[in-house]
């Protein structure tokens, strides 16, 4: 358990997650109903870019650093940065918003989340930052095997975030059968399922997996910065969707090149794909 987010926080990864996010949950926010967020790999919420690890690796200057000043980003760019900087004038200007964060703030009175964090100082700082929000339960424990107590919820609606930090390659094949298992218990949900792509032959065994299981409904998204046949360091990131909103499809068409184009480290090489593994059932 030696993986720490803050190395990491705001870079392209967070990009793609961060802005689906936040549109899944302005998809579960149009309807009066209340919904659940289960956040199965929680982090500490909150990341200081001018902190030791930001600086360290300087990963969010190639992410959302390169997207400050962006004139004319698409929509769903746009709603992810107005998001941040609503989060940064609310606890300083340095600060990145992790999922639970970004979730939090989504929360209507009758909503609910759940954020799940095993590791102990991380849980701490979590349920440190988010412990008394409205409609906010913080835990300690295996995100994984949380998720066969906490589905499905009570609302009925929700979205489920898987976002485990890929110490082993053995992670790619974990996270499909969770989907399956998680699935069995909660059909109607809406998933988010976020790998790395630094691997290209376990993300494949990933996708055929769940290719190859019972889950209808599979959006698979992929951003790429660099080319995926050097196999050092993260490449990009992607997306299992099941249940996706019906105008995300169409959204990330539309956000995806400009992302492609504007975060690439290595000219010519930034790219995109949209693809369904599975469809209506």
């Not at 940065?81 to 606890?91: K, Y």
């Not at 989340?113 to 300690?140: F, S, T």
């Not at 890929?166 to 699935?183: D, S, T």
């Amino acid at each position: 358990m030696n993986y720490r987010h803050a190395f990491h926080a705001g870079n392209v990864g967070d990009v793609l997650k961060h802005m689906v996010q936040i549109h899944v949950l302005a998809h579960l926010r149009a309807k009066a109903k209340p919904f659940a967020v289960i956040d199965t790999h929680a982090g500490i919420g909150a990341y200081d870019l001018t902190g030791p690890a930001a600086i360290r690796t300087g990963e969010w200057r190639h992410g959302l650093g390169r997207l400050w000043g962006a004139a004319d980003p698409p929509e769903a760019v746009r709603a992810y940065l107005d998001h941040v900087r609503a989060i940064q004038e609310e606890l300083g200007a340095t600060i990145y918003p992790g999922s639970p964060l970004i979730s939090a703030h989504h929360l209507r009175p009758g909503d609910r989340m759940v954020a799940v964090e095993r590791h102990p100082e991380d849980y701490a700082v979590l349920a440190d930052l988010l412990g008394r929000a409205p409609g906010v339960i913080v835990r300690e424990g295996d995100g994984y095997a949380a998720l066969a107590a906490l589905l499905p919820p009570a609302e009925r609606r929700g979205l489920i975030l898987i976002d485990p930090p890929f110490e082993e390659r053995e992670e790619y094949q974990a996270l499909a059968l969770a989907l399956g298992r998680a699935h069995r218990r909660f059909a109607t949900g809406v998933y988010m399922l976020w790998y790395p792509i630094k691997d290209p032959g376990a993300v494949a065994v990933m996708r055929q997996m769940i290719q190859d299981s019972a889950v209808p409904r599979v959006l698979a998204v992929e951003l790429t910065v660099r080319p995926t046949t050097v196999l050092a360091g993260l490449a990009g990131c992607g997306l299992i969707l099941v249940n996706p909103p019906w105008r995300l499809e169409e959204t990330l068409r539309e956000a995806l090149p400009w992302l492609a184009a504007r975060l690439e480290t290595t000219p010519g090489a930034g790219g995109w794909s949209l693809e369904w593994l599975r469809g209506e059932a």
